[in-house]
């Protein structure tokens, strides 16, 4: 069983109330009331889960995490996000349909679970990339064309989700194989 902090509760706290806030458009004093009250109640039911380790090394990732990096990994992955849209777009818009599609196999090196989930869920946000699945360190992605999972032969995605947790740089990606047929996956 693992421990929670008081700061977890508080960013807990704060994202749940701006994400309320986000969602209603109404700031006075009534619908805020209400705010923390569904925002108490959810933490409440989410207090017995956080509380459980799911898999070996969980950790409570506002611990973990480095907070003032946050702001700058959406900013980046928004950026990403528009421009594998524009690439997707182009393809999709071409007379000759220019799709490659390819499913890539690599292992990643990660201090945490956290990374795995965070990268996972950022190369399926990204147009043209989708996480298949992940087994241990092993990730399986399919692309739509060899640009697509450009980000990711590079090492680049993985850096940043990695520069979330540590100031430690390394090699992130590795055994990075590009499949292109049923008889390649097997």
Sequence with gaps: MKS???KSAVVSFIVLMGFWYLMSGFFDITHSIMGVISVGIVMAINYK??????FEGETDIINDL???YVPYYFG??????????VHVAK???SPSLPIETSVLKFKVNFPNPHCKMILGNSITLTPGT???DIQGDEFIVHAISPASFEGIASDKMPQQVLKLFTNEM?????DF?????REELS
Aim: charged share 10%; aromatic share 8%.
């Design 91 to 93: 393809i999709l818009l």
């Design 66 to 68: 480095r907070l003032l």
């Design 130 to 132: 989708l996480t298949v």
């Design 76 to 85: 980046w992955l928004l950026v990403q996000i528009v421009i594998s849209g």
């Design 177 to 181: 194989e590009v499949l292109h047929s």
């Design 49 to 54: 889960l956080k509380r459980h380790s799911y």
């Design 4 to 6: 929670l902090s008081a």
């Design 170 to 174: 390394y090699p992130v990606v590795s």
